[in-house]
């Protein structure tokens, strides 16, 4: 067996370092067995989330050498994510307050999931009381009820990472684009929520970088098939020119206001130390 | 008493798997306050992890099946020692409850007419798994997620409860503790649902997650109620076996479903060898028909009976654990399971067939799966599977309408719940079960939260639970290290009553488990009370050893072979001594467990003569 040397955020949000430890690593090892076994043998009140160890529950979300990872689903003979012979780093998202170690509190995610309107079918209307739906009709929605709620892509997304939109004037963050996508294209469903992520979730304030999906283990297009279309909905409802002229001759209260741009920002975040 | 945390409901639902949550809208459905509590996340359940399907006669895709089919499937993959009122009201309601999750949201694989789609699965007569892919389970507890944030339940997420609290006879409460900070918390109740699944992490070699360390099963055990059929585990057939650090990891049934082969190291279909008399009549004998039946809408196969990798999963692990012993095992100690002749069955009828998009779209997670953890293409390459610890189809004693324990207000529903499995759960069972009964649960927890007054809460409890929770970290009576207490039983569980059992190595596992309750006793972890997975593991350990003592009693008991229990030295069923028959286990006025054996409940005439129809025309010997 080879021996792999981590170093590993160890503390809470006040106070914390990096530590050092070493695994044995045998073959076929993803990162938390590694964590495990230093649990087991050297630090037992490590602190770490996880469940299945299989890539489906999201729970062992951190950072692996700066990349927002799932830790089950990197193998440490993966050279993608970590370099034979070097100290590999695992810390907490850097996103979401820190709980302790590699925990951190992700109840916001929570919060802004119920402030989305659940789902609101139209009437039953095949003859046994239920619906029909094509496998064609709900592909694209399947695809966006893949999420495991990783939240990596919270995680990653600049908005929330680096402009701090979790308050004040906040982002939903893609995770939760795609989920009002996946219910505003629900050929079933009736509600709108387009209002809500206009005005709520602040969708313009996505400038469409893509990070969200680069990081999604589960390979969702969040951007393309997710924002993206909700973004032409929202332009096509509230800043198309003939309708807004239309709102305005027939007096409709919602205001008009120019799309907003930013600018870009640097794609990939590198490993940043910690302060 | 301590000034602690306190939250008062009329109902608290212990555990949000898909049972918990089930039960929990139910109850809120009936206007009650209800609590939610579990010990991880929101939505990262175990049932998040379920990938084949939900069992329900919709007959969507067989407009021959129908809750009495699924009613004789249910009781015969259970070897009829099955609770025989869960089973009729789990087929007869699962159709309504699947339904009606499509009305929460829930998005099911569609077929041609835009209806349901519905896969095979072992030991189900017809196709009757409805399915999202490979990740039925996410769908499921997502939407009733979705849906129970809505109405009005109160979560309490992280927070794992140690001790069920009494008044008199009936439950009041439960006394918990905050993962984050380690701070206590007292739940006031008037009904209590335990909704905690099994017990998977008493075996090294398991499907399951951490959260597997039978919590429900022990907190009702310690307020007094009943275990039954503890001896009975599922083995699943397909597990990874390499590389090692994933053993144990599942390889869905979906993928012998969709026409995956067994085959050992010779090449050969073993599974064509070893059809048991009572499944020959629905079984194919040659590889044209149970390919046939794979594809059976497509080519009109209706007839054609299914591939003998579809046989119940108790029976194909025990066949793969032969082969193995017998030295035609795959070279990391499991079998192949490949697709390839699957593939070139069908390239032979349809040209068009791609066989790598095919499964790509069948089977995603398990593509997915194969190839960041195995390295290995599974539409190129035969996978290597072996049984791992899986389900737990013992548990809580309970009733078969209401799911009320023997406790005045304890309720239980889902994996910890036993009865409605026998002696061996068919797949996609435990979907549809979660849903039936876990509503049924919150129905009649809210009932009797509603005719019941609130009980009175005794700080002696109180007290002498937090002391023992604490004494780990701050007064411990050793220095034991809990995960390798931990790891040590598991291995001792895994090699001793295991998949095969003998008399004298369980004998011995009893002698280990009184030595592991020793070294139990004297673990310690870091003084450290927030989001210490140690300490954690300290208390956890309690129940693992109380499930494993449980599972260890039972076994010895039933001298017989029989669904997920198979005894090396007893290997024939033995109906006239055990076929009707339940083991029971208790905790004794002194602290000891106790065993007795209890007689099932006779099946009424009219579910006998609709088994009698669906079998060979005759009653099984159970039930003579
Ligand atoms: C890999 C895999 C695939 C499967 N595939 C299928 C399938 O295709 N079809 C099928 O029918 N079945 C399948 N099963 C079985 C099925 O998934 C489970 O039996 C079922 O999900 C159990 O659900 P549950 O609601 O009883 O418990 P769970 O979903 O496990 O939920 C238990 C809950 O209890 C909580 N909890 C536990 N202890 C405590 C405590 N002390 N305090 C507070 N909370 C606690 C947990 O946090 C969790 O919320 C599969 C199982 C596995 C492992
Ligand atoms: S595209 Fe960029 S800005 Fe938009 S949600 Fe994704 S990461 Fe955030
Ligand atoms: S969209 Fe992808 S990255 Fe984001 S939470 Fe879901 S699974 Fe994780
Ligand atoms: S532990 Fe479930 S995704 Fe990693």
Known sequence: MAQAKFKIWRGTQDQGEFQEYTAEVGEGMVVLDCIHQIQATQAPDLACRWNCKAGKCGSCSAEINGRPRLMCMTRMDDERYITPGETTIVEPMHTFPLIRDLVTNVSWNYKINKMIPRFQPRQADAPDGTWRMSQEEVDRVQEFRKCIECFLCQDTCHVLRDHGKTEGEMFGGPRFMIRVASLEMHPLDTADRLPLVKDSLNIGLCNITKCCTEVCPEHIHITDNGIIPLKERVVDRFYDPIMWLFHKIFGDKQKAEPARTRTALPVIHEPAAKS | ?624
């Open chain 2, 1 to 624: 008493m301590a000034d602690y945390e306190t939250h008062e409901h009329d109902v608290l639902v212990i555990g949000a798997g898909g049972a918990g949550l089930r039960a929990a809208i139910e109850a809120s459905a009936t206007g009650v306050s209800v609590g939610l509590v579990c010990k991880s996340l929101l939505g990262k359940a175990h049932t998040v992890m379920a990938e084949g399907g939900v069992a329900a006669a919709l007959a969507n895709v067989d407009n021959r099946d129908s809750w009495q089919v699924h009613f004789a499937d249910t009781m015969r993959g259970g070897q009829y020692v099955n609770n025989w009122r869960m089973a009729q009201l789990h087929a007869q309601e699962a159709p309504a409850r699947v339904r009606e999750l499509e009305a929460w949201g829930a998005v099911f694989d569609r077929t041609k007419d835009g209806r349901i789609l519905q896969r095979n699965f072992g030991g189900h007569k017809y196709p009757r798994l409805a399915h999202v892919g490979d990740r039925t389970g996410l769908e499921l507890i997502r939407t009733l997620q979705d849906h129970g944030i809505h109405q009005g339940m109160s979560v309490y997420m992280e927070c794992t409860i140690i001790r069920l609290l009494k008044d008199g006879d009936r439950v009041c409460g439960a006394l918990g503790y905050y993962r984050e900070k380690g701070r206590f918390v007292i739940f006031k109740a008037r009904a209590v649902v335990l909704a905690t699944g099994g017990i998977g992490k008493a075996y090294k070699i398991t499907s399951n997650s951490w959260e597997y360390t039978g919590d429900g099963h022990s907190l009702a055990y310690n307020a007094g109620a009943e275990l039954i059929d503890m001896e009975f585990i599922q083995f699943h057939p397909t597990g990874m076996v390499w590389p090692p650090s994933v053993r144990g990891i599942l390889v869905t049934e979906g993928v012998r479903g969709e026409g995956g082969c067994l085959r050992n190291s010779e090449g050969k279909r073993f599974m064509f060898g070893d059809i048991p008399d009572n499944y020959k009549p629905q079984t194919a004998d040659n590889e044209e028909e149970g390919f046939l039946y794979v594809l059976a809408e497509k080519f009109n196969g209706k007839d054609s009976r299914r591939p003998p990798e579809l046989l119940t999963r108790d029976h194909v692990a025990r066949c793969i654990n032969r082969e193995v012993k017998e030295g035609r095992g795959s070279p990391h100690g499991g079998v192949f399971l490949e697709l390839k002749s699957f593939a070139e069955w069908m390239k032979k009828r349809v040209s068009s067939f791609d066989a790598d998009s095919h499964w790509k779209k069948k089977l995603p997670s398990m593509y997915h799966q194969f190839k960041e953890l195995g390295n290995l293409d599974l539409t190129k390459q035969p996978m290597e599977v072996g049984p791992t610890t899986h389900y737990v189809m013992g548990g809580i004693r309970v009733d078969g309408d209401s799911q009320m324990s023997k406790i005045p207000g304890l309720f239980a529903c889902g994996e910890c719940a036993a009865g409605i499995n026998g002696a061996n759960r068919l797949g996609g069972n435990s979907l549809s079960d979660l849903l039936v009964l876990g509503k049924r649960a919150g129905e009649y927890a809210a009932h009797f939260a509603k005719d019941h007054g609130a009980g009175t809460i005794h700080d002696d409890q109180i007290d002498e639970a937090t002391r023992w929770a604490l004494s780990f970290i701050d007064e411990p009576k050793g220095d034991e290290n809990p995960y390798k207490v931990q790891q040590d039983l598991q291995d001792m569980m895994q090699d001793l009553v295991g998949i095969v059992r003998k008399e004298e190595e369980m004998v011995r596992a009893l002698d280990g488990l009184q030595q592991l309750w020793e070294r139990a006793r004297k673990v310690r972890a870091p003084i450290n009370r927030e989001y210490n997975p140690g300490w954690h593991t300290c208390m956890d350990l309690h129940n693992l050893l109380t499930v494993s003592e449980a599972v260890t009693k039972a076994a010895i008991e039933r001298r017989e072979s029989r669904g997920g229990q198979f005894r090396d030295d007893y290997p024939k069923k033995d109906s006239k001594n055990f076929g009707k028959k339940n083991t029971v286990v208790w905790k004794g006025a002194d602290g000891r467990m106790e065993f007795r054996w209890e007689d099932l409940p006779p099946v009424p005439d009219d579910l006998k003569e609709i088994i009698k129809q669906q079998g060979e025309g005759k009653l099984p010997e159970e039930l003579q």
